[in-house]
């Protein structure tokens, strides 16, 4: 019996610390993620994309500056914008290297900043090479773009260059996220343009070199039943890629 017993605190106890050692989505992240005005699109596929898990990852809190680097249709700018308020602030950066991708048109990101509900939002249009902030900030993210920044259609990016500059806009203690989806192991950008994957290691040592120190990942998005053969585009596995986040920060001064 005192066996027993004993077996069954200390399964109490365990399950206590896992309680505890499981991140909070606090209030500020979950009204964000349920903002009203956020298009039916963007919702439609927050089960996938997990938006309060990631945001929580990344730290961003109210009254922080954030970079949304490559931010397509504003997915994560318009949750970032709601997470930071009034007293923050998101710079949208739009590379014009993609602006053939928009047909003449002005890039979709601009709907966003031109939304009075998104007043604290800003873009940035720029070559990529070019990329910089007009103060520092306190993350930059990137969702699902850093291997095209290897592709022919943006340069290819020089990326020492752009990893030097984001370490530079950053604040001392800055994060930089990076999610992406994952190519085969020792694979480095072979895949960026044909499968649009990067192999993760390759990302972290472009990064690490321009003096950023790895200090978090996320597996919320892992798929181990993605073998990394195909394009993120096919049918059979579009929205259900092996993705992997990184979290890197600038050293404290």
């Known amino acids: 019996m005192l066996r027993t017993m004993t077996l069954a605190t200390i399964a109490g106890l365990a399950f206590t610390a896992a309680a505890l050692a499981a991140p909070a989505t606090p209030a500020y992240v979950t009204a ?5 005005h956020r298009p039916a699109t963007d919702v439609a596929v ?14 961003v809190k109210p009254g922080d ?6 931010p397509g249709g504003g997915y994560f700018t318009r949750i970032f914008s709601k997470v930071v308020g009034l007293e923050g602030h998101v710079y949208a950066f739009q590379p014009t290297e993609q602006k053939v991708f928009f047909k003449g048109k002005p890039a979709p990101i601009k709907a966003v900043a031109d ?4 007043k604290n939002v800003s873009v940035i249009e720029a070559p990529i090479d070019g990329f910089s902030v007009p103060a520092k900030v306190d993350v ?3 969702s699902q773009n850093y291997h095209d920044l290897h592709n022919k259609l943006m340069g290819p990016a020089d990326m020492a260059k752009l990893n030097k500059a984001i370490y530079d ?8 996220i990076v999610l992406d989806h994952a190519a085969k192991a020792g694979t480095g950008t072979a895949d960026t343009d044909t499968l649009h994957r990067i192999d993760p290691a390759a990302v972290k040592a472009e990064v690490e070199a321009a003096g950023f120190k790895l200090t978090g990942e996320s597996d919320v998005l892992r798929n181990p039943a993605d073998d990394h053969s195909l394009i993120v585009f096919d049918p059979k596995i ?11 920060e600038k050293p404290k001064m």
């Open 115 to 118: 939304d009075p509900e998104y």
């Open 169 to 176: 806009a950053l604040k001392p203690g800055g994060v930089f």
């Open 65 to 70: 500056s954030v970079v949304d680097l490559m």
């Open 32 to 36: 964000a993620v349920a903002d009203a």
């Open 238 to 248: 579009r929205h259900h890629t092996d993705q992997f986040i990184f979290r890197f």
């Open 46 to 59: 927050d089960a996938e994309r997990k938006p309060a898990g990631l945001v929580v990852f990344t730290g």
């Open 140 to 142: 930059v993210w990137t």
